[in-house]
């Protein structure tokens, strides 16, 4: 079955800078791939999401991109501020379930 | 618009026992998947909910079941509770045709 790795699992950065979260997926056949946010204690918030059609997709200071030769996407978080502090999740999908990364630990220092 | 709410909210239980969790999807969605979160894990993908039919399951035992009700809301149960069945079950409901999900606060599960 798919299986999703995620690197890396903390990350600090400092106010103002660029965060890059990265993913592998094994399934060449995954076709959907949604980033979550999780602040402590509150619920899985999709933020971005691509699909295998598309090479990259912008919202604000959130970015995807996504490369299927190599079976990886990654989400890429510039100027950064404090309360983008949480876990991040990606996902891959080919139907109707998710599989999820372990998720990374993004600390913002102000 | 309410978006996807569960209950309760938190839940304790001791080993052995029998819980139903329930869920109520965003409106306009007919699709409700469940997942379960352990500490400090990615959600791990339970089983999905489609016109009233498991439509799709996870590696999880047939101690968990659920059932979805015509009005699209579900039930998540699970029997004979261990105490690894500590998590928190979140429930996400989508949209069938774009699978985008949209995830409930979750209920946190204690079994002790």
């Known amino acids: 079955g798919e299986n999703v790795e995620q690197h890396p699992s903390t990350l600090s950065v400092q106010e103002g800078d660029s965060a890059v979260i990265k993913c592998t997926y094994s399934?060449?056949?995954?076709?959907?791939f949604p980033w979550y946010k999780q602040e402590l204690g509150k619920r899985p918030q999709l933020i971005i999401d691509?699909?295998?059609?598309?090479g990259e997709k912008k919202d604000q200071r959130i970015a995807v991109t996504l490369n299927k030769t190599a079976k990886h996407f990654s989400l890429h978080i510039t100027e950064t501020q404090p309360e983008d502090s949480a876990v991040y999740f990606c996902?891959?999908?080919?139907?109707?379930?998710?599989?999820f990364g372990a998720g990374t630990i993004l600390r913002v220092k102000s | 618009d309410a978006g996807v709410t569960q209950s309760p909210t938190h839940l304790i239980k001791t080993r052995g026992q029998q819980v139903t969790l329930r869920c109520s999807p965003k409106?306009?969605?007919?699709?409700v998947s469940w997942y379960q979160q352990a500490l400090g894990q990615g959600p791990q993908f339970i089983f999905q909910?489609?016109?009233?039919?498991?439509?799709q399951r996870g590696n999880f035992p047939d101690r968990f079941s659920g059932h979805q009700f015509p009005n699209y809301s579900s039930e998540l149960n699970v029997n004979a509770l261990l105490l690894g069945d500590s998590a928190l079950y979140l429930c996400?409901?989508?949209?069938?045709?774009?699978?985008?999900?949209?995830f409930g606060a979750g209920t946190r599960l204690s079994v002790l």
């Open positions: 996400a409901s989508s949209f069938t045709r774009l699978n985008i999900q949209y």
């Open positions: 399934d060449s056949a995954s076709n959907y």
């Open positions: 691509i699909r295998s059609n598309v």
């Open positions: 996902a891959a999908s080919k139907g109707n379930k998710l599989v």
């Open positions: 409106s306009g969605h007919d699709t």
């Open positions: 909910y489609y016109e009233e039919e498991e439509r």
